[in-house]
């Protein structure tokens, strides 16, 4: 643990590399001494600001090894927002309207983090989310997909399908039907799951609607 007499000559060491520019010596310097203790909050937090700027791989690097977490994290999320660091951004927000914001300018948020943060909502706030990732970008859709696939209970399987319909998102469809059909007797779901199966050249999934399903007009 560091003493207030030896933060005090931590800081200025700091203070002076960090003028100096010396940002990788200052890095190294900051890695040697912080032990993650409360009171070293501002310099944890100088550490990721000053690669932030200077080193972003660097930054994620210490954040991706878990060692600090005094650091003002609200601090370090706005700026690696601003910077284009999402996922980072992500992880250190706490406001769940902080996080939505962020998911919705990414594809690169983790997809067990979007299907648990949408695990969290309505049923109502789930299908608004659902739409405003797939009006962000189709290269959500199989995650909204999955999402779909994951609170089927809460959203039920109707809603979810005309949304991805409305999208034309065939490769999400056929992920969610392919997983839900035998879980309602309605024709046309499970004859749309055999028309995606057809256009997508799903053959062993074509094969196996046409054993386990009864629900189609064979004609």
């Known amino acids: 643990m560091i003493t207030h007499k030896e933060k005090g000559n931590v800081e200025k060491i700091t203070h002076w590399l960090v003028e100096k520019d ?21 310099l944890q937090t100088q550490l990721f ?10 930054a994620e690097e210490i954040f991706d090894s878990g060692r600090f977490t005094q650091y003002d994290k609200e601090k370090v999320a706005q700026r690696c927002e601003q910077i284009g660091l999402f996922h980072m951004a992500y992880h250190n927000y706490s406001s769940r309207e902080d996080q939505k914001r962020v998911m919705l300018k990414t594809t690169l ?9 949408v695990s969290k909502c309505n049923e109502k706030e ?18 909204v997909a ?6 089927i209970d809460k959203i039920q399987l109707r809603p979810a399908v005309e949304l991805l319909e409305r999208y034309q998102c065939e490769s999400g469809l056929h992920y969610l039907l392919s997983r839900q059909y035998l879980t309602t007797e309605e024709k046309d779901i499970h004859f749309r799951l055999i028309e995606l199966c057809t256009q997508l050249e799903h053959h062993d999934d074509l094969k196996k609607v046409f ?7 064979p004609i």
Do not use: G, H
């Open 22 to 42: 010396w940002i990788k010596e200052c890095t190294e310097f900051l890695m040697d001494v912080l032990t993650d203790e409360p009171s070293e909050d501002k």
């Open 109 to 117: 948020i983790p997809e067990d983090d979007v299907i648990q943060f």
């Open 49 to 58: 600001l000053i690669n932030l700027k200077k080193d972003r791989k660097v």
């Open 126 to 143: 789930t299908l608004e989310i659902m739409q405003e990732l797939l009006s962000a970008t189709r290269k959500n859709e199989l995650v």
């Open 146 to 151: 999955k999402i779909a696939d994951d609170q």
């Open 211 to 217: 054993q386990e399903s009864n629900c189609y007009d």
